[in-house]
C-alpha cells in the first residue's frame, strides 16, 4: 500500500489507557495515528517510537482537548504530516465522583469541558473534514445505563455524548461516515483504579459475569472494528463493552 492510500486516524488522550491500546491496534491495522497526550509527552513519544520500529507511522501531538482549539490542533497536524484524515477516536475524558449535592462548580465545569466540550468540538471538526467513507468513534460509559449514586455529573457528560452520536450519525450519513460510541464497563487504567481499595477493585472484577475487569485491548478491539471498512453499516450506535454488566 503506498502512502496515499494509507488511513489516517487521530486518537485524543492516546498516551496512556485505552486511548493507548486503540492508538496501537489502529497502527497494527495499517493506520497511521495521531498520539494526542495532554500532560504524559514520554508515554506518547515512546509508544510512536514503538510503532514506528514496527514499520507503522504515528505522530505525537500534545493538545488540551478541553480547550476551544485542542481537537483543530490535532487536524491541523495529522493533515500537515500524514493527510486527510480518515478516523476520529475522541476518547479523552475524566471521571470526578461526587453525590451531586456536594459537586462544586468547578469540578461540573472540567468535566463537561473535556468530557462534553472536546467531544462536540471533535464531531464538528470530523464533520468538516473527514474524508467520505470516515468513522468517528467516541467514549461513552456504561454508567449511563447503571446510573448509580456519585456517578451524575460523569454520566451525563457520556449521556450527552451518546444524544450527539445518534444525532450526527444522520447528519453524516449520506456521506458514507460512520458515527458510533464505545461505552466500557470497569476497565483497569488508572481511571478506574484511582481512589479504588484492593478489596473494592476486586469486587467489581467478581461482579463482572466474566469474573473479571475489562482491559484496555478488550475495547481496542471494538473500536478497531467500528473503525474498519467491514464496519460500514453499523451508525449511530453505541456498543456497550462491558462482558455483560447491563
Ligand atoms: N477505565 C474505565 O473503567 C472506563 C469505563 C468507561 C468509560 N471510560 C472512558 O474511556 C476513556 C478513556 O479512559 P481511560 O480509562 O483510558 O483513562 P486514563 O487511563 O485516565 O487515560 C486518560 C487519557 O486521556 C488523556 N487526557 C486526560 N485529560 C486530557 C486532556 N484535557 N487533553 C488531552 N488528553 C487528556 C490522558 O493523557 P495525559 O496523561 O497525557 O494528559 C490519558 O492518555 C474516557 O473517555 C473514559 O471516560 C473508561
Same mark, same amino acid.
Given at each position: 500500500m503506498s502512502e496515499h492510500d494509507q488511513r489516517v486516524a487521530i486518537v485524543t488522550g492516546?498516551? &496512556?489507557g485505552i486511548g493507548a491500546a486503540v492508538a496501537r491496534r489502529l497502527a497494527k491495522d495499517g493506520i497511521a495515528v495521531v498520539v494526542n497526550y495532554g500532560r504524559g509527552r514520554e508515554e506518547a513519544e515512546t509508544m510512536v517510537g514503538q510503532i514506528e520500529a514496527a514499520g507503522g507511522r504515528a505522530l505525537a501531538v500534545q493538545a488540551?482537548? @478541553?480547550? !476551544?482549539s485542542g481537537v483543530r490542533t490535532l487536524f491541523e497536524a495529522a493533515e500537515q504530516t500524514? @493527510?486527510?484524515?480518515n478516523i476520529l477516536i475522541n476518547n479523552a475524558g475524566m471521571m470526578r465522583l461526587g453525590r451531586l449535592a456536594e459537586v462544586d462548580d468547578a469540578e461540573f465545569d472540567v468535566q463537561v469541558a473535556l468530557n462534553l466540550g472536546g467531544v462536540f468540538r471533535g464531531m464538528r471538526e470530523g464533520a468538516r473534514r473527514?474524508?467520505?467513507g470516515g468513522r468517528i468513534v467516541s467514549f461513552s460509559s456504561s454508567v449511563v445505563g447503571l446510573?448509580? !449514586?456519585?456517578?451524575g455529573v460523569y454520566a451525563a457528560t457520556k449521556a450527552a455524548v451518546e444524544a450527539m452520536t445518534h444525532v450526527l450519525a444522520k447528519e453524516l450519513g449520506g456521506r458514507g461516515i460512520t458515527v458510533n460510541a464505545v461505552a466500557p464497563g470497569p476497565v483497569e487504567t488508572e481511571f478506574f483504579l484511582a481512589g479504588k481499595s484492593e478489596e473494592q477493585v476486586r469486587a467489581v472484577a467478581e461482579a463482572n459475569p466474566f469474573g473479571r475487569l475489562g482491559q484496555p485491548e478488550d475495547i481496542a478491539e471494538v473500536v478497531a472494528y467500528l473503525a474498519?471498512?467491514?464496519? &460500514?453499516?453499523?451508525? @449511530?450506535q453505541v456498543i456497550r463493552a462491558n462482558g455483560g454488566i447491563v
Open positions: 492516546a498516551s &496512556r488540551d482537548i @478541553g480547550e !476551544p500524514f @493527510g486527510n484524515v473527514l474524508q467520505e446510573c448509580q !449514586p456519585a456517578y474498519s471498512p467491514e464496519g &460500514r453499516w453499523i451508525s @449511530g
